[in-house]
Structures are given as structure tokens and as C-alpha cells.
């Protein structure tokens, strides 16, 4: 089994989501204060960033998925882990 980030490909693996994430571009609010808040990817380079900014530039919801052999029967440690990291990460969203 492995865990891949983001949109996966056909395959011939199965594949259960787990839960998503979304990349954020973030800064403090006192360094935006003291520095200012980029308008531009290419402003990025001369920050550092924590809070959220460049909204417009926040890509769309991706997956976290359990990725693993096509098998009619998979194993029970397997399966379990699957649970696990499914509610433990949908716990966290």
C-alpha cells in the first residue's frame, strides 16, 4: 500500500480516498503589516509567508489516497490501517 498526494492517474491500482487537502500561500499578520502583502506569485520570492494570502491563487480541494494492488481480497491489516488513516484524517479536515 502507499499514500499519494493530490489527483492520481488511471492505474491498475485500486485507490480510496482518504480524505483532501488544499495548498495555501500564507504570512503572519504582522509581517504583512511591516512588509506589506504580495500581489503576485513573483512577489513571493522576496517573503516569507504563514497566513493565508493570494486567494485567487489557491488551487482546488486534492486527495489523499490509500493506493494498492487490485485484489479481490485485501488483507485485514490493510484494511484496518485504511480505516484508521481514513477517520484520523478526516478528523482533521
Avoid at 17 to 46: F, H, N, T, W
Avoid at 65 to 75: E, T
Wanted: aromatic share 8%; proline share 3%.
Amino acid at each position: 500500500m502507499a499514500i499519494r498526494l493530490g489527483h492520481l492517474t488511471d492505474s491498475s491500482m485500486m485507490a480510496k480516498q482518504l480524505a483532501s487537502r488544499q495548498i495555501r500561500v500564507c504570512a503572519s499578520p504582522d509581517y504583512l503589516k511591516k512588509y506589506g502583502e504580495p500581489y503576485s506569485l513573483s512577489e513571493l520570492e522576496l517573503h516569507i509567508c504563514l497566513v493565508e494570502i493570494l486567494q485567487a491563487y489557491r488551487q482546488g480541494q486534492q486527495g489523499i489516497w490509500a493506493v494498492y494492488p487490485n485484489n479481490r481480497h485485501l488483507s485485514t491489516k490493510v484494511r484496518r490501517l485504511i480505516e484508521f488513516l481514513t477517520k484520523g484524517l478526516r478528523g482533521a479536515d
